[in-house]
């Protein structure tokens, strides 16, 4: 059974840093894509950031570019989302996702989702 457990969500004050992971299991980490997308309330689910199966490429919507960086631990089945320089509009709640092969900025296109985590920042 896969299983993607983010976790390190909270409360900050704008300008402030946080970082989130998930933890995989029951999947061959090392043949999924991972990407970080994100949610609040009557909006869709977009695309934050994503990251090839070798680490060595990372995607970025633009609206965290420069601020937010994407990582993976390949041997520790986990990515990570370091995340400064935080704004208010970057409220929402986290979520980690895993995709065969390729990053896709589609939600749709992701084969296993984790629970999500929130992310508050205070003006």
């Known amino acids: 059974q896969v299983q993607l457990v983010e976790s390190g969500g909270g409360l900050v004050q704008a300008g402030g840093s946080l970082r989130v992971s998930c933890a995989s299991s029951g999947l061959t980490f090392i043949s999924y894509a991972m990407a970080w997308f994100r949610q609040t309330p009557g909006k869709e689910r977009e695309f934050v950031a994503g990251?090839?199966?070798?680490?060595?490429?990372?995607y970025y919507a633009d609206s965290v570019k420069g601020r937010f960086t994407i990582s993976r631990d390949n041997a520790k089945m986990t990515q990570y989302l370091q995340m400064n320089s935080l704004k208010p509009e970057d409220t929402a709640v986290y979520y980690c996702a895993a995709r065969w092969e390729r990053v896709d900025p589609s939600p749709q296109n992701y084969d296993y989702w984790g629970q999500g985590t929130q992310v508050t920042v205070s003006s």
């Open positions: 990251i090839s199966w070798t680490g060595g490429n990372q």
